[in-house]
C-alpha cells in the first residue's frame, strides 16, 4: 500500500492510494470515495479489493482543494465534507479518474486487462457519470449513490451494479425503482439497510449486506468486458 502522484489532462498534480494484488492482477479497479476523502474506511476498501487480486487505486479527489484531507463520520465532518463536494467541478473530477485509469492501465499485466470503477456514496454518482461518460471502463459498480437522481438522464454506457438500501432515507428505493425501470440492464441489489452500510466506521454499518455487496462485486466485475 502505497501513494503516488498523479498528473490530469488539465495540469492538476494530486495523490492516489495503490494497493497492488499479491500475484498477478486480475484487472485494475478505481476506487471512488465518499464525501469524506480517502480515509481509513476507503483505504481499507483499496486494500480489499487488492486482495481480491485486483491492482486498486484511489484517487484524493480533495486535492483539488486542499491536499491530505481525511475526515470521520461526525456532524461537522459530514458537513464539511459536503461543502467540499460542493466546490468541486465534475470536469476535474473525471479528469483525475480518467488519470487515475490511465495510471492502472500503464501498470504491468494491466494494458489490455478489465478495468473497473466502484464508488461509494457521492462516488456512487460519480462512477454512474463514468460509466455514461468515460472511455475505456470496463464494469461500474456504485454503492448507494443518492446523487445519481441529479445524472439520470445521461444512462451507462458499460455494464452497471448498485447496491442500494431499502431504508436509506437520501436515495428513496422508489427512486431507484424509477432508474431501474428506466435502465433495465442495470443489475440492481437491495438490502436491508440504511445509507452508508458498508463502512464499519459508521452505525449504519450492516456486516452480512456489506459481505454479500462485495462478493456480489467480485463477481461481476470478474465477468469481464461486455461481449457485443
Excluded at 88 to 106: I, K, P
Excluded at 148 to 160: A, F, S, T
Aim: some cysteine.
Amino acid at each position: 500500500m502505497g501513494k503516488v502522484k498523479l498528473r490530469a489532462s488539465d495540469g492538476h498534480e494530486f495523490e492516489a492510494l495503490r494497493v497492488d494484488p499479491l500475484g498477478d492482477p486480475k484487472g485494475g479497479v478505481v476506487v471512488v470515495q465518499e464525501i469524506f476523502g480517502v480515509n481509513r474506511h476507503i483505504q481499507a476498501v483499496t486494500a480489499r479489493f487488492a486482495a481480491a487480486g485486483y491492482t486498486a487505486i484511489a484517487p484524493a479527489f480533495f486535492d483539488r482543494i486542499e491536499s491530505g484531507l481525511e475526515l470521520g463520520y461526525d456532524k461537522a465532518d459530514v458537513t464539511r465534507g459536503r461543502e467540499l463536494v460542493g466546490k468541486l467541478e465534475l470536469s476535474g473530477v473525471l479528469a483525475d479518474l480518467d488519470a487515475a485509469a490511465s495510471h492502472l492501465r500503464a501498470q504491468p499485466g494491466l494494458a489490455d486487462g478489465p478495468l473497473d470503477v466502484v464508488g461509494y456514496c457521492w462516488g456512487g454518482a460519480v462512477v454512474w457519470l463514468a460509466a455514461a461518460r468515460m472511455e475505456g471502463i470496463d464494469r461500474a459498480v456504485s454503492y448507494y449513490g443518492s446523487r445519481i437522481v441529479n445524472y439520470v438522464d445521461e444512462g451507462p454506457r458499460v455494464p452497471l451494479m448498485m447496491h442500494v438500501g431499502k431504508d436509506d432515507a437520501s436515495f428513496p428505493i422508489e427512486k431507484v425503482h424509477e432508474i431501474g425501470a428506466r435502465y433495465p440492464r442495470i443489475e440492481i441489489h437491495e438490502y436491508d439497510a440504511g445509507h452508508g452500510f458498508n463502512c464499519d466506521h459508521r452505525g449504519a454499518f450492516e456486516p452480512v449486506a456489506s459481505a454479500l455487496a462485495l462478493a456480489r462485486s467480485l463477481e461481476f466485475f470478474a465477468s469481464g468486458p461486455a461481449q457485443e
